[in-house]
């Protein structure tokens, strides 16, 4: 009789055997780099929807040292930026801290998942040795160019009273309290990001990336092509410069429309216009850039001043409308709304003319009550245009207006440079001296890190200055260049800057000279499997990219882009879909769970919760159905290991079926059906088992194998009750299925009098045809009557009799 499962017992045991005698120690082997997107140090800890991501990556990592490798399993924790300070100031504490509590009890929470994890390799973006390499690489970009200072408006929350990028900004709201965001004109830091946008574009191809998060990288960038357009001021030697995407509609431009930002905006405004103009600008600098891209009102003011058309020397007005941002193309466009909708909407309100200028079918529209906004169509009112294909003169028209002189053929993107400033005390000081004489000077790189200063006061001053500003004796130094006296950047790193590269330092994270040496670097990367939720599409991985392609080209590393393989689990969440939140009283903690059903029982329970690609809702009720299949398979095992029967070929036939199900499903991430397979073959094999008093040991030991990634516990223990030594996962390796071994030897076929089953026989399956017929019309017996018309047999699957 089976000794019962006792997960306490048996989990407590193996934990001290990993401890005392850790796996996943030989180097020697060819190396699999599977990393999670590593956490920021939330207070409230980790749900069980955090655990999701974690057992994927222990369960992949796992399955691949089966297949021989050495598998490079790190984590860390994204500990500067806002969520840290915004919890510290909740909590009235430091941020240094309540980020060290924090760690400290997710790291308990997360050695309860029993992952592979390295903590050698354990890195902190709050560790000055880490932020050494941070600074280290904005003092580069700075030295090549790409950093830059630059007065703009940016994105304002004013609760958490910092600068925003605008992917931090999500329905015009903060991405991390969900206050309104505003407007602000600050000195930033910028990152020249744009520079590598045709890298960033076309390298997408060469990734093995969700097609979904590929395409939102794509859009993100959102490459066009176009030209620029001069339009002349009516009585003016100046010009106004417009980027479009259509220059084969320039006949139709009736107006144009600059960001209340333009710089020409106040000045073009008449005496008569002048207040409005001045009040609307206003107006739209307390508006976010999403919520001016996505306002459903058209607004604007026309500020008296008018342009001139290229091409037709018509009078064009010029208006300003918050829907034109300033840091897209010029900042100014010209407005066709016979073609556009926004331009339609616009027109229509302020009763600009609309004229028509591509026709479908040759003939202008009528009183229009719509843009015609299809990319076919016959040019129509466009002069020497007249009677070509839209199609053809878009392609055309950057390039006759080039020859004519007042514009030029380019290409445009929608990403901008990066916003790096942030206002606020817990981040990175940005590593730069400003001197009255020498400018902005980085800070050498033999006095990084630059180290955040420890203050008592450090939230937000509102003024648009970080608290370090207040810190005179830390503000006040002198100019590495010249000696006199100067001032430090006070402004910190947003919360991306460490999670831009961390993934570099882990595989040599107490090196002091460098940031990765290029020994370890050509040894252990790039990731070969990156795993983690797909809200960081974007904004993570675009500027991962970014940064390994930067450091490609200073010769830190060989290769340009970071993450080989990427996969996005789905979110746990509570009843009806409803993200877990503290506020919202419906976080599971796995504590109890791990307490009262064993951890491989919640891992296990993880992954068959749902496709672990989509969003999967929590039930709890669930994880009994997950340890009832544990404890029935440890009887099964147990028993069958005392029992020690010889394999039938039942026994051999469905293992190997079992290692090609599982193998198959595993290879495609089908995470929740593997789970499912193994509760199916479970079922078969202890109905197998009452005929033959058990099931033979090599069939137990594959079962064990394959079960080992998703529940290593229970996989050590059974391997060790097999009776060999070490580690299931190291004195191991990955069963193979037999193709011939898993057919079966009588397969089930219905019988059919034209196609409808009568009967279902038990044949050989390799029977032949006639065999088959034979037998199947033997079967039917009198059922079958009339004349046989024609005999059918699809091998393994259906007898058919066509009679009449």
């Known amino acids: 009789m089976a000794t019962p499962y006792n997960h306490k017992e048996i989990e407590k045991k193996w934990r001290h055997n990993w401890d005392v005698t850790p796996i996943n120690k030989d180097t020697t082997k060819p190396k699999y780099y599977c990393l999670d997107m590593f956490p920021y140090p939330s207070g409230s800890g980790l749900h069980v929807g955090h655990w999701r991501g974690y057992v994927i990556s222990d369960v992949w990592s796992r399955y691949k040292m089966l297949h021989g490798y050495h598998i490079i399993h790190p984590m860390g924790w994204d500990a500067f930026g806002l969520p840290a300070e915004n919890y510290a100031i909740k909590m009235k504490t430091h941020p240094a801290i309540s980020t060290a509590a924090n760690i400290a009890n997710i790291k308990r929470q997360i050695n309860e998942i029993a992952s592979l994890y390295d903590w050698d390799m354990e890195v902190n973006t709050t560790d000055p040795k880490f932020y050494k390499w941070t600074q280290w690489i904005f003092v580069q970009m700075f030295k090549k160019g790409l950093a830059y200072e630059k007065e703009m408006p940016i994105n304002w929350c004013p609760s958490c009273k910092t600068g925003l990028a605008n992917e931090e900004v999500v329905n015009g709201c903060c991405e991390r309290c969900g206050a309104e965001v505003t407007k602000k004109n600050l000195k930033q830091w910028m990152l020249k990001i744009t520079a590598y946008a045709d890298r960033l574009l076309a390298d997408l191809d060469k990734l093995d990336w969700p097609e979904k998060v590929k395409k939102m990288q794509a859009d993100w960038i959102g490459k066009s092509y176009g030209a620029e357009v001069d339009f002349k001021l009516e009585n003016s030697d100046e010009k106004i410069t417009v980027y479009t995407t259509r220059p084969d509609t320039l006949y139709g431009a009736t107006f144009m429309v600059l960001a209340p930002e333009h710089a020409m905006a106040k000045a073009l405004a008449t005496d008569e216009t002048r207040a409005d ?219 991306w800057a460490g999670s831009s590269w961390y993934f570099l330092r882990y595989i040599d994270n107490k090196n002091d000279k460098e940031l990765v040496s290029r020994e370890k670097a050509d040894k252990y990367l790039p990731v070969d499997m990156y795993i983690g939720g797909v809200e960081h599409a974007v904004l993570h991985l675009l500027y991962s990219r970014f940064y390994t392609k930067f450091l490609h080209d200073i010769g830190v590393v060989d290769f340009d882009e970071p993450f080989k393989k990427l996969f996005n689990q789905g979110m746990i969440t509570g009843k009806n879909g409803i993200k877990m939140s503290k506020s919202k009283g419906n976080v599971v903690s ?215």
């Not at 068959?608 to 997950?626: C, K, N, T, Y």
């Not at 219905?750 to 033997?778: F, L, R």
């Open 277 to 495: 103009v001045e009040e609307y600008i206003q107006m739209a600098a307390n508006k976010s850039s999403v919520d001016r891209l996505q306002g459903k009102e058209k607004t604007g003011v026309f500020t008296g001043s008018y342009a001139i058309n290229p091409l037709n020397g018509a009078k064009v007005p010029i208006w300003l409308s918050d829907y034109v941002l300033a840091d897209y193309g010029t900042g100014a466009i010209m407005c066709v709304p016979a073609h556009d909708d926004r331009d339609f909407a616009f027109a229509t309100k302020f009763n600009i003319p609309i004229i028509q200028v591509i026709a479908k079918d040759g003939k202008e529209i009528e009183n229009m009550t719509e843009a015609y906004t299809e990319a076919v169509g016959t040019m129509i009112n466009s002069g020497e245009w007249n009677g070509m294909e839209s199609s053809v003169l878009k392609k055309e028209a950057p390039h006759i207006i080039e020859e004519k002189g007042f514009g030029r053929a380019t290409v445009n993107y929608k990403l901008r440079d990066w916003v790096f400033s942030r206002q606020r005390y817990w981040g990175e000081p940005i590593p730069i001296v400003h001197c009255p004489d020498c400018g902005a000077v980085p800070v050498p790189e033999d006095q990084l890190p630059l180290l955040l200063p420890d203050v008592e006061s450090y939230e937000p001053t509102g003024t648009g200055e970080s608290p370090l500003a207040a810190i005179d004796e830390w503000v006040n130094t002198t100019c590495p260049c010249c000696g006199k006296p100067a001032k430090r950047e006070t402004n910190t790193m947003p919360q």
């Open 590 to 804: 796995p504590d109890d769970l791990v307490r009262d059903y064993g951890c491989d029982s919640l891992r296990l329970y993880e992954m068959f919760v749902g496709p672990p690609e989509l969003d999967s809702e929590w039930d709890e009720r669930g994880i009994d159905g997950v340890y009832r299949f544990i404890t029935r398979f440890w009887k099964l095992a147990v028993d069958s290991i005392e029992a020690n029967v010889e394999p039938t070929k039942e026994m051999i036939k469905l293992r190997h079926q079992m290692v090609h199900t599982i193998t198959r499903r595993l290879e495609d991430f089908s995470l929740n059906t593997v789970v499912s397979g193994f509760m199916e073959f479970n079922n078969k094999f202890i109905e197998l088992a009452k005929k033959e008093g058990g099931i033979d040991k090599e069939t137990i030991q594959t079962f064990v194998t394959l079960l080992a990634p998703f529940a290593p516990h229970i996989g050590e223990e059974l391997w060790e009750r097999l009776g060999n030594t070490g580690s299931v996962f190291e004195n191991n390796k990955w069963p193979e299925a037999d193709e011939e071994l898993m057919k079966d030897d009588e397969i089930q076929v219905p019988v059919q009098i034209n196609g409808k089953t009568k009967v279902v026989i038990s044949v050989p399956a390799d029977i032949s045809k006639d065999d088959a017929i034979a037998q199947g019309k033997e079967a039917l017996g009198d059922k079958l009557t009339g004349n046989i018309v024609k005999e059918i047999y699809v091998p393994g699957r259906i007898i058919n009799i066509v009679a009449k």
